[in-house]
């Protein structure tokens, strides 16, 4: 019945007039449809990746320079029983050691004030973790019991829903990506280049997931070369980063170091 009343309707509209109807109904359907998410799955939808670690091609994991810089990355991933280390960035902030913060929708959502703070203090960038630290992959890979994104809309949303939040809560949208845990498959990590991020490795690792001792973390960033990337945590107080941090970051600066922020170096990370 309903569908016999719209063909008469149709039928009684001139020929110019149902061009223009069409048109208008092209370009309203056109406002609501998410053309990047569609290209994404066109042209991602059927890859079959065959890589899966930290380290594939596309992953940057240092500033291809001679100075003597290093870039500090501090992970915020929301799990369970994460905070924020208060100690670690109240020195930080005393010793004007600026770091690139990548975090994730699910911190955000925890933690709004502490985020709002960070955000609002130009010695720190924010950078994209995830809307819900999950490793990238475009056919559902796991690792260290975390099930990674089951297909390209999904690592889609993954990414882009949370540099969408990011910039609702900051007015700036992030340039980086480190997927949780920081695993990708070489068709997720092209398809984050793709979306506009560059997608953000490590050169050192600094606690492994804020599992060393303060002497390990002391060692591992002792190994630092001028240019590398160092990953490390600021979301669990109750472990060891943070004093490893205090005692190490003072003895790099004494050894010429100086840190700077990813952003400052965009064009030359490789
Ligand atoms: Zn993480």
């Known amino acids: ?3 016999r009343l719209i063909l008469t309707l149709f039928a009684a509209i ?4 149902r061009l223009i109807c069409l ?4 370009l309203i359907c056109g406002y609501f449809v998410n053309w990047r ?3 994404c799955l066109w042209r991602y939808g059927n890859f079959e990746p065959h890589q899966w670690s930290e380290t594939v091609p596309q992953v940057r994991t240092r500033i291809d320079t001679d100075e003597k810089i290093l870039a500090l990355t501090m992970d915020a991933c929301g799990s369970k029983t ?3 280390d208060e100690d670690l960035i109240e020195f930080l902030i005393q010793n004007e050691i600026p770091a690139t913060m990548f975090i994730t929708g699910r911190w955000m959502d925890k933690y709004p004030e502490k985020f709002a703070r960070l955000a609002a203090n130009p010695l720190f960038e924010i950078e994209n973790h995830g809307i819900a630290h999950r490793p990238a992959s475009l056919t559902g890979q796991s690792i260290y019991g975390i099930a990674g994104t089951k297909n390209a809309g999904e690592l ?4 882009a829903l949370n540099a969408d939040k990011m910039e609702k809560a900051t007015g700036r949208r992030p340039v980086f990506y480190r997927s949780g845990t920081a695993y990708y498959d070489e068709g997720a990590a092209q398809m984050i280049e793709d979306m ?3 997608t953000i490795g490590f050169a050192v690792l600094g606690d492994k997931g804020a599992t060393y001792s303060a002497d390990e973390v002391e060692a591992a960033f002792l190994t630092a070369k001028p240019g590398d990337i160092i990953i490390c945590h600021m979301n669990h107080p109750e472990k060891e980063t943070g004093r490893g941090l205090m ?4 003895k790099l600066k004494a050894r010429g170091f100086r840190f700077v922020l990813l952003k400052d170096y965009a064009d030359k990370l490789k």
């Not at 001139?14 to 007039?17: F, G, L, M, N, T």
């Open 37 to 39: 998410k569609l290209e």
């Open 196 to 198: 506009g991020f560059q």
């Open 14 to 17: 001139k020929v110019r007039k």
């Open 1 to 3: 019945m309903v569908r």
């Open 156 to 159: 889609y949303d993954e990414v």
């Open 82 to 84: 994460d905070s924020l």
């Open 247 to 250: 005692r190490v970051l003072p």
């Open 23 to 26: 048109f208008l109904i092209i």
